[in-house]
Nanobody
């Protein structure tokens, strides 16, 4: 099992930046595929980004491509989400998620593929 704890959320003006962190404990971090998801008020949770065990293999939702960067530091058991050029529509609770299961050909965009979730961190972007 793995426990996930997000941090780094907050209030930022449009055009600003934030870096979210997700610290993992309880298992071999490098074995896990990691993802970031978000949920805005009244909306379903949606995929943001994923990163495989090989840190060069990342995937992004179209809405954040070119603005957000997912990365991981296996030595620190931490996954990051660098968010630049933030927009009001990025306002949401952001969750990190993990799975040790390999799905051939998958970009790990579906919620159901993940076994472990953090508690979430609020990101608010003001206009």
């Amino acid at each position: 099992q793995v426990q996930l704890v997000e941090s780094g959320g907050g209030l930022v003006q449009a055009g600003g930046s934030l870096r979210l962190s997700c610290a993992a404990s309880g298992s071999t971090f490098s074995n896990y595929v990691l993802g970031w998801f978000r949920q805005a008020p009244g909306k379903e949770r949606e995929f943001v980004a994923s990163i495989r065990r090989n840190t060069d293999n990342t995937y992004y939702a179209d809405s954040v491509k070119g603005r957000f960067t997912i990365s991981r530091d296996n030595a620190k058991n931490t996954v990051y989400l660098q968010m630049n050029s933030l927009k009001p529509e990025d306002t949401a609770v952001y969750y990190c998620a993990a799975t040790a299961t390999f799905y051939s050909g998958s970009y790990y965009t579906r919620l159901g593929l993940y076994d472990y979730w953090g508690q979430g961190t609020q990101v608010t972007v003001s206009s």
